[in-house]
């Protein structure tokens, strides 16, 4: 079973919802959890293309004013859902797996930035986790750090940290450690400042359920938030290779035509006109599939690379200073990413506004 935890910090830009769609389908997510989105509503067409077409249950809370917003949804073909529970800061759903009947709670919590909104936000966990008879998974954007080592400078205050702390002890709370960097967030200066504010809480019986779960801390390229890849380690469902789905797109493409003649034409076997239009089929299929990965192996390396090295100095920056010439590089880097993610964006929409199902 995997999930995403991610403040996208407003979900309003297209290579937001592009990079969810491919993380669905990279890593067969069950469910995704998506807080700060700034936005009262989805529609379905668009929340269909998010899951990457899958069969998921949406909830939408609503921002308050700019701010805020969750939107949590959760893979049918997983899970069946029983209670859906709404909060200030929160959404919860009451999860029973299908492959071994495991009931359980699934909770996305947005934690207010405004310190004179704290406490209602501690109370109102406290209450919710509290009354909670289910095996509880809480993840999200708590904006609370809880030690020093959550930042790298010395403004501290521990007040928030020692009550949150506190709270996490009291209600028999584990958090599972996170790898791949130390930080969740930073700002957007030359040089940062970086805080863990994201992290996945859960209570004793999840983690008996579920002893070999992780949680990697993702690439922070297109929000100042780092997505949260939760894996239990269980897999979620079978291995078998996706549907075949031809895509109007490719029409458009130089040559495509000529090239499916040439590969239409060279396969002949079968000893009726039905068997031999099956074996075409099939082959045509077959290649199709493979041409489609190759045309976009090359962009999608580039755009690994970048991001790998985008990464290394991320990371590095979280523990001492970038020189002026790596950030000019990191600048380069992020003027490169941005023009290949608009040439996947502008792609990404045409497919799914041509997409055959």
């Not at 996170?178 to 863990?196: D, I, V």
């Not at 469902?237 to 590969?263: A, C, H, I, Y």
Request: proline letters at 4%; a positive charge.
């Amino acid at each position: 079973m995997k999930g995403v935890f991610w403040n996208s910090d407003g979900f309003k830009d297209p290579k937001k919802h592009k990079f969810i769609s491919d993380l669905t389908k990279e890593h067969n997510l069950s469910f995704i959890a998506i807080s700060e989105t700034s936005r009262k509503n989805f529609t379905s067409p668009f929340l269909k293309n998010l899951c990457a077409g899958r069969d998921f249950l949406w909830h939408v809370k609503e921002p308050r004013g700019r701010s805020g917003g969750i939107l949590l949804g959760i893979d049918l073909n997983f899970y069946d859902i029983g209670a859906i529970d709404e909060g200030d800061h929160y959404v919860k759903f009451h999860l029973c797996t299908k492959m071994d009947g495991f009931k359980w709670a699934l909770v996305v919590v947005y934690g207010p930035a405004q310190n004179n909104l704290k406490e209602q936000f501690l109370t109102e966990l406290v209450n919710m986790c509290s009354h909670e008879k289910l095996p509880i998974l809480v993840g999200g954007d708590f904006n609370i750090l809880r030690t020093p080592y959550d930042k790298n400078n010395d403004n501290f205050d521990s007040r928030w940290p020692f009550l949150f702390n506190a709270i996490i002890d009291g209600l028999n709370l584990r958090e599972l450690e996170m790898s791949g960097r130390k930080y969740t967030w930073a700002n957007s200066l030359p040089n940062p400042t970086y805080e863990k504010l994201d992290r996945i809480l859960m209570a004793t019986e999840w983690e008996q359920k579920f002893p070999l779960s992780t949680v990697i801390a993702l690439s922070r390229d297109i929000s100042d938030h780092t997505p949260l890849l939760l894996n239990t380690g269980v897999a979620s469902s079978d291995s078998n290779q996706p549907t075949f789905k031809f895509e109007l797109g490719w029409l458009l493409r130089d040559g495509f035509m000529d090239m499916v003649k040439k590969v239409w034409s060279e396969e002949d076997t079968g000893s009726t006109p039905m068997e031999k239009w099956q074996a075409k089929i099939r082959r045509l299929r077959q290649f199709l599939r493979g041409w489609a990965k190759n045309v976009s192996g090359a962009n999608k390396k580039e755009k690994k690379d970048i991001l790998d090295a985008l990464d290394v100095l991320d990371k590095k920056a979280e523990y001492s200073f970038l020189s002026t010439r790596e950030i000019d590089v990191k600048q380069c880097l992020k003027n490169r990413i941005a023009q290949l993610l608009r040439e996947e964006e502008i792609k990404w929409y045409q497919r799914e506004k041509q997409r055959i199902y």
